[in-house]
Nanobody, 123 residues
Framework: QVQLVESGGGLVQAGGSLMLSCAASGRTFNSNALGWFRQAPGKEREFVAAIGWTGPHTYYADSVKGRFTISRDNANKMVYLQMGSLKPEDTAVYYC????????????????WGQGTQVTVSS
C-alpha cells in the first residue's frame, strides 16, 4: 500500500501562486509515477501533471503548461505542484496519485490516491 497526504491548498486571488505538497509513505516502490489531478464541482476528474519517481520526465495538461511545475524529492518521498498565474477556472479539489499507469494522464491507471486539498481562486 502507498499512502498519500496532500497539503497546501487554500484561497488565492487570480494571478497569484500556490504550492501543493504530497507526502508519500508505505510501499512507494509499488509505483513508478506520481500525478496531480483535479476535480471541480459537477465536472470529471482531470489530469494536471505527472512525474516519474526516477528520470527527468514530466507531463502537463495543456491547460496548465507554462503555469504549473511538478517536482519531487525522492529522499523525503515528496511531490510538489507549484502553481502560478492562477485563474478562477483552476478552482478545484486537487488530488495526488501514485501508480504504474501506462498513460500518465489517465486517472484509472493510478492505484493510490490522497484525500484531496481544496484550491479556490477568486477573480
Amino acid at each position: 500500500q502507498v499512502q498519500l497526504v496532500e497539503s497546501g491548498g487554500g484561497l488565492v486571488q487570480a494571478g497569484g501562486s500556490l504550492m501543493l505538497s504530497c507526502a508519500a509513505s508505505g510501499r512507494t516502490f509499488n509505483s513508478n509515477a506520481l500525478g496531480w489531478f483535479r476535480q471541480a464541482p459537477g465536472k470529471e476528474r482531470e489530469f494536471v501533471a505527472a512525474i516519474g519517481w526516477t528520470g527527468p520526465h514530466t507531463y502537463y495538461a495543456d491547460s496548465v503548461k507554462g503555469r504549473f511545475t511538478i517536482s519531487r524529492d525522492n529522499a523525503n518521498k515528496m511531490v510538489y505542484l507549484q502553481m502560478g498565474s492562477l485563474k478562477p477556472e483552476d478552482t478545484a479539489v486537487y488530488y495526488c496519485a501514485a501508480g504504474t499507469p501506462g498513460v500518465w494522464a489517465i486517472y484509472s491507471g493510478y492505484d493510490y490516491w490522497g484525500q484531496g486539498t481544496q484550491v479556490t481562486v477568486s477573480s
